[in-house]
């Protein structure tokens, strides 16, 4: 077993792979009048004008390990993702 009573867990973590998190975000927002990011012209566009426009995700995990919000829409640098190595 993995985890025993001698052998305890201290963190799990799970995690998603980017291109199917992005997918399912496009189709989530497409519909979610309630959240802050509704973009009700998502539901004119396709997902490959979706993945190739301005308001797909960039490197979120990166951002805020570094401090560089996309809001601020100042680019990221191989600093950048040294730095959150």
Do not use: C
Not at 13 to 39: C, D, G, I
Not at 54 to 72: A, G, M, S, T, Y
Request: hydrophobic share 40%; charged share 20%; proline share 5%.
């Amino acid at each position: 077993a993995l985890y025993t009573v001698h052998h305890k867990a201290l963190l799990f973590t799970v995690l998603r792979h980017p291109v199917e998190r992005a997918v399912s975000t496009y189709y989530y927002l497409q519909n979610a009048e309630w959240e802050l990011s509704y973009q009700p012209h998502w539901k004119n566009i396709t997902l490959m004008q979706y993945a190739m426009g301005v308001d797909i995700e960039n490197n979120w995990i990166v951002r805020f390990l570094v401090n560089k919000p996309q809001l601020d829409n100042e680019p990221l640098n191989q600093n950048d993702f040294e730095l959150a190595k």
